[in-house]
Every structure is written in C-alpha cells, then in structure tokens.
C-alpha cells in the first residue's frame, strides 16, 4: 500500500465528527484576509514572481529567523547570493524546523499552488523542487492577482500609512476585470512615533505635505490627519490599525498635549510623562473618527521591535530581530477603551496580544465594553506572529471560549506579506474543526452538525463578512 501523503485531505483532522465539519462545513470556503501586508503596488500590476524565492523568502522575517538559528550565513537570508542559492539555504534548514509551524507551513504552500505532495523539501529535492515551483509561477494563471483568484479571496485589507497616496487601491477598484476588492486599512503608527524627534518632523512634514495642512499645533495635526482619514473612507478604507508596545490610557488635558507637540515639534526630546499623554491623546482622537466613520479599529499589543542594534543598523526593521514584549497592558486599555465609551465613541474594536501570558486579560476586556446592539462589537482578535501556529491558536480559541462568545468569533488573516500565506487559512480552519470534533467525541457540545457546523462557516467566513460592512454575501 502506497504511504499516505504527508499533506492530505484529512491533515490535522485527528476525529470522525472533526473531519465531518471540515469536509462538510469548512472546505473550500472563500477567504476574507482584513489584515494582511501586501503590496498593493504588485496587486495593482498583477507582479509576476520569477521565482519561488521571490515570493517565498524575500521579506519572510519568519524563514529568515530560523536560518540564521540554522547557522545559515546572512548573506543566503537577506544579503547578494542568488535566488537559487537562497532557496537551496532554505531547503537545508527545513528538516531542522520540525515542530517548529515553518515546517507545515512550507509543506501546505508547497502542495497549494503548487501542486507539490509526493515529496519534502530538503537538500536531495531542493532542485527539483525549485524548478517545478518556477514552472508553475510562469504560467498566465499564477500572476499575484492569479494566485489571490485560486484561493478564493474575495477581499483584502492591507496596511498603510495616512500619508500614502492610495495610487495602486485607486488602479485596483478602477479595473473592472479584477473582481477581488483590495482596501487600505489606515495605519497611523508614524503620527505617534514622537520618541525621536528628528524622524517624528520629518514624517509630519511628509504627512502635512500629503493632507495640505501646515502641521504646527496639535490641533492642526488632528486637522491633517482626520483629512487623510476622510481621504481613506472615500476609497473604501473602514478598518484602522495600531502597533502598539502597550496601550496608551494616561490622563491628560489639552493644554499638556498642546504643550508636548509643541514641545517635539521644536525639536526636543519628551519626557516619558509626556510620551505617554501625547500618546493617550492620539488614540482617543484616533478612537472617536473611526467610531463617527463606522470603522472598526484594531490594537496589536505587545511587539519589542529592533533589539538587535547591529543587525537593525544594517539592514533596517521588519528583518527578524523582534521578539515578545512584557509591558504591562490591563490598565492603560481599559482607561481608553472606557474614555471612549464615556463619550460615546467607541467603535467596533479588535484586540490582539504578542505575548500569551495576555490571552484572557484581552478576552475579558473584550467584555467589558460589548453592546449597543452589536453582536461582537469587541473582539479578542486571532492568535498573531509569534501565536499564529497551532498552539497559540488553539489556546485564543480555549481562553475566548471561557469568557466569551466563540461563536462570534472574527476567524483567520494573514497578517503577511506574502501571496502564498492564504493556506494560513486553512490551517486556522482545520484547527477549529478538529478543536470542534474533539469536544463532539468527548460529548462536551453535542453531534449536531447543522449547530455546529454553522459554527464553523461562521468563524471561518461569515462573522468577517458581515462584521466590517464590506457588503459581502454570506454562505
């Protein structure tokens, strides 16, 4: 009897009632990924990928980390060597990452688009391997828009910064051959970042230029930025996003505010007092445009970027020298989340934890603020980074279930860069599935597939769908 693939149609499916729901509920469902890093410019040119390289291990952080603890040299991760070399570097460090969520995932995106099951990668299969890879990625149908159309995406929200121009969203919607809707999501991160004066005027002079206000009050900030935010409503944006090491909830008066930026805006450096009031200030104005938009706004909690100076130096952020942080996050976020509430501008919010220790402090939090009528209106948002494999996402799941509403629950995304991570999804869909089985064979929920199982279209698809107000059909 021939050996069962290692990537099969039952993967992770460890029950009977866990493969009924996949098979009958999640399987082939269409894919809604609100928070990705794509490069809109490559949807907007529909990007050809020369090779697996390109789209495998340019700008992959995750791959890149793991090599290096390989003892691969830096030249083969992010440095001059050849795409073919940087690919052999790769295929001899995945059967070092076994247990570790690279290994799975390298396999599952090697089997979809890429048709690759009879084989692992390792040094032996390296070659072939690559070639059949660049073979598939020539063909008309595996363009970026090829790839994104035989997942089944229907609609992304990418990452971007209120001074970006939204050139490529606009080509993107203005094609009426392209079906999938690609929409900004506004990231302000850069409008906080006042710690380093120098880098914080130059991006407001950046910023001003881009709304066409001088930017030289606090006040006259706000005014630039709820521009550029009415700018991103007209094309389609509705959901923002921050990157936070914590949450910013001290107290603070305008005077104190005004007198900070002013401060910074000169050129001098903020005390800590003042970090954090100017800060605090930012993410209520923030709060209350998305809540008179109707947007949804999204906190990423708990990243303590650039520890490494050296490697930071020489080739910049987003490289694989971030790791979880321990800054505290319970009282700051309540504060906010409540000064909003007070004034009646709190929006649709997602929370979402770096480090797990925050799990239930976010789940609960989460329901403090529900209501008005909303069903989720807060959510504990997806496993993230560091938590996004197998462990991390079964533990969001179990420590939403304890206090919450899995039920209402918003599902998977990417948070990638890269246009092969939408098995991601199906990864995530086939974790719940068997979370799912596992509590139908211990009698924990009971056997009824139409309640469960519209659970899990739920989850997977539907909650996202009718959440954000995209207009999307459910299934």
Request: proline share 5%; net charge negative.
């Amino acid at each position: 009897m021939a050996q069962r693939p290692y990537i099969h149609d039952d993967f992770m499916l460890h029950s009977d009632p866990a493969r009924r729901l996949y098979h009958d509920f999640a399987a082939g469902l269409p894919i809604i990924d609100y928070h990705c890093h794509l490069p809109p410019q490559q949807v907007a040119q529909d990007h050809r990928f020369e090779t697996i390289t390109e789209i495998w291990l340019y700008g992959d952080h995750y791959k890149w980390r793991l090599m290096r603890a390989a003892g691969v040299p830096e030249r083969l991760c992010t440095g001059d060597a050849s795409d073919e070399e940087k690919f052999q570097a790769w295929a001899q460090t995945v059967p070092q990452t076994l247990r570790n969520p690279l290994y799975v995932w390298t396999h599952m995106e090697l089997a979809r688009p890429f048709g690759i099951t009879d084989r692992l990668l390792n040094p032996e299969t390296a070659k072939g391997i690559y070639a059949q890879c660049n073979e598939v990625l020539a063909r008309p149908d595996r363009s970026a828009r090829g790839i994104m159309e035989y997942f089944d995406v229907r609609l992304v929200c990418t990452t971007d910064d209120p001074a970006d121009s939204l050139e490529h969203h606009q080509a993107i919607a203005a094609d009426a051959s392209f079906k999938i809707r690609v929409l900004p999501t506004f990231r302000p991160d850069k409008a906080m970042a006042a710690d380093d004066p120098e880098t914080y005027n130059a991006y407001l002079d950046r910023l001003a230029q881009a709304a066409g206000v001088e930017i030289r009050t606090f006040d006259t900030l706000i005014e630039a930025l709820r521009k550029r935010h009415a700018f991103f409503h007209a094309n389609g944006c509705r959901l923002s996003d921050h990157g936070l090491d914590t949450a910013y909830g001290a107290d603070y008066t305008h005077a104190q505010v005004q007198a900070a930026f002013a401060k910074v805006r000169s050129g001098q450096t903020l005390s800590p007092e003042e970090l954090d009031r100017l800060k605090s200030a930012m993410l209520v104005e923030f709060g209350v445009m998305d809540a008179e938009a109707g947007w949804t706004q999204q906190f990423h909690f708990g990243a303590q970027r650039n520890n490494n100076t050296r490697r930071f130096e020489q080739l910049g952020p987003d490289v694989g020298i971030d790791s979880i942080g321990d800054a505290p996050i319970a009282a700051p976020l309540g504060r906010l989340l409540d000064r909003l509430e007070r004034q009646d501008k709190l929006a649709r919010t997602i929370l979402y934890n770096l480090n797990p220790r925050d799990n239930a402090l976010l789940a609960t939090m989460a329901g403090n603020f529900q209501g008005h009528g909303v069903a989720g209106k807060m959510q504990f948002g997806a496993a993230w980074w560091f938590l996004d494999q197998e462990d991390g996402i079964r533990r969001q799941m179990q420590d939403l279930s304890n206090v919450g509403l899995l039920s209402r629950f918003l599902g998977m995304l990417t948070d990638s860069r890269s246009f092969l991570s939408y098995t991601r999804h199906d990864y995530f869909r086939r974790i719940l599935c068997d979370l799912l089985g596992d509590d139908i064979e211990r009698g924990l929920i009971p056997a009824d597939y139409d309640l469960v199982g519209a659970m899990v279209r739920d989850i997977s698809y539907n909650n996202a769908a009718r959440y954000f107000g995209f207009d999307l059909p459910t299934v």
